[in-house]
């Protein structure tokens, strides 16, 4: 079946590319995501979670079961993890790694990083992190979701633009939204190990998904705001090389 059309613009210094639906905009990730590894198989892809890419992680497996995409070169570092979470916890950002991508795909395991949320010292295990990124040669594609608070990884709004690795508190408002995936809101971890926006920003190339109507005032004032840390991502239109992949619903504000 072909895909709904998509039509792309360019707002300030960032390409934007509006896909009728989730469906689609989760599959022209894929497909950038895919293309990028297919031409350059050893590519360091930072990645994310949450809900938003889920699906096209889904379809990334899909294209490695079925066309053959191969991870086996691929090093990965993910955004961020809760601090008190062990791997194997369910709500675990490792857990979710396994689960939603690299259990069906053909990735290394010692070449997947996430921060781990039981580390006896978090803010140099966030340091020691970084390090790593460094030696890996630097992340060459950045995945990114947004909070509808225009937090990018877990830097809440008040993070400037040049922060580092390091322990941030989450806002009451990121806690609330997260807590569909926990029983209660009680049960969501009030500290996380998270990549500063100075760090995702020293990646070669950004892209941002978006998906929904609670998405909109995000993107909005990331891409037509001024750039302030009030709303971190709009910090991205400081760099040259970000492509934002949104729905028409997370656009219908633009
Ligand atoms: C997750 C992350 C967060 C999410 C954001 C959106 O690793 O870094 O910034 O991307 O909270 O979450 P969802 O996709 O659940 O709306």
Redo the contacts with the bound molecule.
């Keep these: 079946m072909k895909n709904p059309p998509e039509h792309e613009r360019t707002v300030g210094s960032i390409n934007v590319i509006v896909c009728a639906d989730a469906q689609s905009a989760s599959q022209k990730a894929a497909e950038l995501m895919s293309n990028a590894i297919r031409s350059r198989p050893k590519i360091v892809l930072g ?8 699906e096209m992680y889904r379809q990334l497996a899909k294209m490695h079961e079925h066309d053959g995409l191969d991870f086996s070169n691929v090093t990965s570092f ?3 993890e809760y601090i008190g979470l062990s791997a194997d916890h369910p709500q675990s ?1 490792r857990m979710f790694m396994q689960q939603k991508l690299f259990d069906h795909i053909n990735i290394k395991s010692e070449n997947t990083h996430v921060p781990d949320g039981l580390a006896a010292d978090p803010q140099q295990h966030a340091k020691e992190f970084e390090a790593l990124i460094v030696k890996a040669g630097g992340i060459d594609v950045q995945l ?5 608070n225009g ?5 809440e709004p008040g993070s400037t633009a040049d922060s580092r690795a390091r322990v941030i508190e989450l806002t009451p408002a ?1 806690i609330q ?2 807590a ?2 926990f029983a209660s809101a009680d049960e969501v971890p009030k500290t996380a190990i ?1 990549l500063g926006i100075g760090t995702i920003l020293e990646a070669k190339r950004i892209v941002l ?4 109507s ?2 909109a005032t995000a993107i909005h004032r990331a891409l037509e705001g001024k750039p302030d840390i009030s709303h971190p991502a709009s910090l991205l239109q400081n760099h040259d090389d970000v492509t934002f992949i949104v729905d028409e619903s997370a656009a219908s504000l633009l």
Excluded at 209 to 212: F, S, V
């Design positions: 990645l994310a979670t949450g809900g938003t890419p889920v993910n955004l961020d950002y990114l979701g947004v909070g509808q937090h990018i990884a877990f830097n990121t939204s997260n569909r995936f998270t998904l978006a998906i929904g609670n998405k």
